[in-house]
């Protein structure tokens, strides 16, 4: 797929779940479970043991048919590495410009971290493809979105910190082209009890209320 094509795809699914566990194979089953609760992407972050093992591995488990990304990336070289694994996007928690420049030299989509409107513009023309703005839940939620769209209206936002069920819908509706969902969709306790069905329920939740919250946008 090209860099458009994948962006294209991950707002049309309007959630990136990020897997952080601490074990490989529980990063495997969660994305196995996200996968059958119907989101077709996931973002595995660096902080899993062995995370660009088990990058390769959902690569070959499932091909063309899931939108694998690598978050918690800090750093070009840790960029490339993951392309290598498989991962087609890429997610970091702060602003480094020689990653989005990794990023694009291989035509992949990347979604840096950022908070202020100043970072976020700089991200913007560096090439990022959407913004991640985080921690967004510490500084207001979807109001803070709704501020930072009034200036950058052209600018992609993904909201990080502070997105569950109750707020997906506000985000949506505040501007955000899609939300990121960590611990509100995979945590340490299901993932731990091998409540892999717990997890999955959850996605389906998660499509249900972007489902919601576009059909009254368009209302």
């Known amino acids: 797929m090209t860099s458009k094509e994948i962006l294209a795809f991950i707002t049309e699914v309007g959630i990136v779940p990020i897997v952080r566990t601490s074990?490989?194979?529980?990063?495997?089953?969660?994305?196995?479970?996200?996968?059958?609760?119907?989101v077709r992407a996931a973002e595995v972050t660096m902080t899993v043991p062995g995370?660009?093992?088990?990058?390769?591995?959902?690569?070959?488990?499932?091909?063309?048919?899931?939108?694998?990304?690598?978050g918690t990336v800090l750093d070009?070289?840790?960029?490339?590495?993951?392309m290598l694994a498989g991962a087609e996007f890429f997610v970091t928690p702060s602003l480094r410009l020689s990653t989005i420049e990794m990023a694009?030299?291989?035509?992949?989509?990347?979604?840096?971290?950022?908070?202020?409107?100043?970072?976020?513009?700089?991200?913007?023309?560096?090439?990022?493809?959407?913004?991640?703005?985080?921690?967004?839940?510490?500084?207001?939620?979807?109001?803070?979105?709704?501020?930072l769209k009034g200036p950058f209206p052209q600018i992609e936002m993904v909201p990080t910190g502070g997105v569950n069920l109750e707020t997906t819908g506000d985000f949506l509706k505040a501007g955000a082209c899609a939300v990121a969902v960590g611990s509100e969709l995979v945590d340490a306790k299901t993932v731990k009890e091998g409540r892999f069905d717990i997890i999955e329920n959850r996605a389906?939740?998660?499509?249900?209320?972007?489902?919601?919250?576009?059909a009254e946008m368009r209302a």
Not at 204 to 214: E, S, V
């Open 23 to 38: 074990s490989a194979e529980g990063a495997i089953q969660a994305v196995e479970a996200i996968y059958n609760g119907g």
């Open 204 to 214: 389906h939740q998660y499509l249900a209320a972007i489902a919601k919250a576009r």
């Open 76 to 82: 070009p070289e840790t960029a490339r590495a993951c």
């Open 104 to 147: 694009k030299r291989y035509s992949k989509v990347i979604c840096p971290g950022a908070l202020t409107p100043t970072e976020v513009l700089t991200a913007w023309e560096a090439g990022a493809d959407m913004v991640k703005i985080f921690p967004c839940g510490n500084v207001g939620g979807p109001k803070y979105i709704k501020a």
């Open 51 to 70: 995370a660009i093992h088990v990058l390769e591995k959902l690569a070959d488990r499932f091909g063309g048919k899931l939108i694998l990304g690598a």
